[in-house]
């Protein structure tokens, strides 16, 4: 018979998606992948391109996910470079899903795509596709940065039919807001950075802080990162403004070694369990 521990577990997920806006959806809305990739969403706008020349083709990054000291699941982000409309891009994809015996109660198989324009670190085109013990959903989202406007088609129930909605200047997606930040030189302790990120089906502002730097251990060594503070919604998810830690590594990669985040009930932590294809090689230290 399961471990009680599991069933506490799954009760606590469920009390979380009956209060979250929309985790990974930690970096974004209702599961382990959701609320790693949720905690991008909080921002007021202010706009700056971030060309993507530190992200390899290729590149593969691996988080283990835990809750509390269950072993939730797993998270993975990888890049290919491809063209987009005859345009250079990275297609971006991020998956997650839970393992063992979390998932025999609560089964999660989320997949983000997202088509990054390389020279201007902006989306083309998004896909949320996930399922989540009994919810799925399933939507597309297509950018027009010329006249900001966003053509969104909901997959799961065609007779929603496309909707075109206002968008604005420099909005970014889960995924993409990711690789906008890493991309960007002006990453330094003491810098405030605000966007507008495109959440399903809805735009939200986000704002984070360079707080510092830390040595950080990981299964690799230890490595120096920037410690960031993302600024998101308290009372719901999350317990107050500054509970969600992320720490970057502290190079010209700005590969997220870890998040953490401090949840109404319990706390989520991602770590860095496997990577390659970086495009500097990262600077762990025995």
């Not at 940065?145 to 065609?158: A, E, G």
């Not at 830690?245 to 319990?266: H, Q, R, Y």
Request: aromatic share 10%.
């Amino acid at each position: 018979m399961p471990d009680i521990r599991y069933k506490k577990f799954i009760n606590r997920l469920i009390l979380i998606r009956k209060n979250t806006l929309s985790l990974w959806q930690t970096i974004c809305k209702k599961t382990c992948m959701n609320k790693i990739l949720n905690i991008l969403t909080i921002f007021s706008f202010v706009f700056t391109f971030a060309q993507l020349g530190n992200i390899k083709s290729g590149e593969r990054l691996h988080y283990r996910i835990h809750y509390g000291p269950l072993n939730a699941g797993t998270a993975t982000l990888t890049t290919l470079k491809t063209n987009y409309q005859g345009v250079p891009h990275f297609y971006v994809k991020g998956e997650g899903r839970s393992t063992g015996a979390v998932r025999a109660f609560f089964p999660v198989d989320d997949r983000y795509e997202s088509f990054i324009n390389i020279n201007t670190g902006l989306p083309s085109f998004y896909v949320r596709n996930v399922k989540e013990g009994g919810y799925s959903q399933h939507l597309q989202t297509a950018f027009n940065h010329s006249n900001q406007t966003l053509i969104l088609t909901d997959k799961k129930n065609p007779a929603n039919g496309s909707k075109t909605l206002k968008s604005v200047r420099g909005i970014q997606d889960m995924l993409s807001a990711f690789y906008h930040l890493r991309g960007r030189s002006d990453l330094t302790v003491g810098k405030t950075i605000r966007m507008n990120v495109w959440i399903d089906d809805e735009m939200f502002p986000f704002q984070l802080k360079v707080n510092g730097t830390e040595n950080v251990k990981t299964k690799f060594g230890t490595i120096n990162c920037l410690k960031i503070t993302p600024m998101v919604m308290s009372g719901r998810v999350f317990k107050a403004k500054e509970s969600v830690t992320m720490w970057v590594s502290n190079d010209e990669n700005k590969v997220p070694i870890a998040i953490k985040a401090e949840l109404a009930v319990g706390s989520l932590r991602a770590d860095l369990e496997r990577y390659s294809n970086v495009m500097y090689d990262l600077n762990f230290k025995k």
